[in-house]
């Protein structure tokens, strides 16, 4: 996949469009001359601000606030072109269209910057026909938005049998997500009836997400945005409490539709699978980029874990598996020489047990993370990963397990 899902915003209302209003500009550039011709030829196209600075003051500021519908940012004396935008983009919403610019006049880079997605690049001193010819491009691009973007990171989260914290696990990692990889994340619970999800951050569904389902042609945007609830100003959930009594069955079409709508607004979506025994829960598996499986170091969880494992290394799609084990040191768990000689490997992440903390924590409906360092360090470690940052020190359960 490219970079262009993490780079992109949301696009402007239909009503917006109609009345012929472009979508909004925020251009960092690190010189005067640029920063006067943007002054004087932006303002006739489309709504616009002018910040001092390059590429590395709009991630800065970009972490802090809500993404633009276009972006300008300057590379200029910046040592790692590609790693900065790889930054930008942890930062951005999905949909915002970049512009760069630079002092370097290097094919290589541009066909770079246009491989993850930058929409042009243009190189200084700016001329105005072609900043011009660009910010039209890219606005018009932005308000048609006749081309699918790429999509946010899918991640689907499963447990090997019921009890192992699959629940747990995937609300702390969009809690992560949202927290310390500062991307836009929506956690959504495929539980209609019997979820907690919502329940664990104390959230009240908004009765919405079965109509998603059951309907998923009447669903838009401004639907999606009303169905889902604000965990902070980076986290929404979409979960349900529907009767128990009723029979719900969600195709996995719908349920595809829906998942891939929110890709396209989100850096992340975090999908609480249960133990994917669902249509609609497989089908997320099988989308998935990364499938997260839970399990604990139980008899019977070491056994559905690897039952599980196999099974979803043979699934139809091509994305990445992550194994976590839960519950780190709870009684009655393996010792490290049987775990190993049952599954192979060291599991990639362990989660110590840690039962006052979450018990005190789900209470108050808040990740356990922030009053409880050893989870914390664990989840920042998992976290990581699934985001694509750089790797943590070793972990305490391979030490362990070495040992």
């Known amino acids: 996949m490219s970079l262009l899902a993490t780079l992109l915003g949301d696009a402007p209302s239909p009503a917006d469009a109609a009345r012929g209003i472009g979508p909004r500009l925020l251009a960092y550039v690190a010189d005067a001359a640029s920063a006067a011709l943007l002054n004087s030829a932006a303002p006739s196209l489309l709504p616009c601000e002018v910040r001092t600075g390059d590429i590395r003051s709009a991630v800065r500021d970009l972490a802090r606030q809500r993404s633009p519908d276009l972006l300008l940012v300057d590379l200029s004396g910046v040592a790692e072109p590609l790693a900065a935008m790889e930054a930008l983009a942890g930062v951005c919403d999905p949909s915002v269209r970049v512009i760069a610019v630079g002092d370097s006049n290097d094919i290589g880079l541009y066909r770079d910057l246009r491989r993850i997605g930058v929409t042009d690049y243009l190189f200084k ?8 010819g660009a910010l039209r491009a890219a606005g018009a691009g932005a308000v048609a938005d006749e081309a699918p973007g790429r999509l ?6 499963v447990g090997a049998r019921g009890g192992v914290g699959t629940t747990t696990v995937a609300v702390h990692l969009g809690c992560w997500l949202a927290d310390g990889a500062r991307g ?3 956690l959504i619970d495929l539980d209609l009836q019997n979820g907690t999800v919502a329940l664990a951050l104390n959230l009240r569904p908004e009765p919405a997400l079965r109509e998603a389902v059951e309907a998923p042609d009447r669903v838009d945007d401004v639907f999606m945005e009303r169905a889902m609830v604000a965990a902070s100003d980076r986290l929404s959930v979409l979960a349900a409490e529907e009767p128990v009594e009723d029979v719900i069955d969600i195709a996995p079409t719908a349920a595809l539709s829906v998942l891939n709508r929110l890709q396209a607004r989100h850096n992340y979506v975090v999908v609480d699978a249960g133990r994917a025994q669902g249509g609609a829960a497989r089908a997320a598996l099988e989308a998935a980029s990364i499938a997260v499986l839970v399990g604990d170091a139980s008899v019977a969880g070491l056994r559905d874990l690897v039952r599980l494992r196999a099974a979803i290394a043979r699934r139809a799609g091509g994305g990445r598996l992550v194994t976590v084990l839960n519950r780190r040191g709870a009684p009655g768990e393996l010792p490290a020489a049987d775990l190993m000689r049952t599954l192979g490997e060291p599991p990639e992440h362990a989660l110590p047990y840690r039962p006052v903390p979450l018990a005190v924590a789900a209470g108050v409906g808040e990740p356990a993370f ?6 914390r360090e664990a989840m920042e470690r998992l976290g990581a990963d699934i985001a694509g940052q750089p790797a943590a020190q070793d972990g305490l359960f391979r030490r362990w397990v070495r040992r």
Request: net charge positive; charged share 35%.
């Open 370 to 375: 922030r009053h409880c360092r050893r989870f």
């Open 125 to 132: 001193p700016l001329s105005r026909d072609l900043l011009e």
């Open 152 to 157: 946010g990171k899918l991640v689907a989260v």
């Open 184 to 186: 836009r994340t929506a």
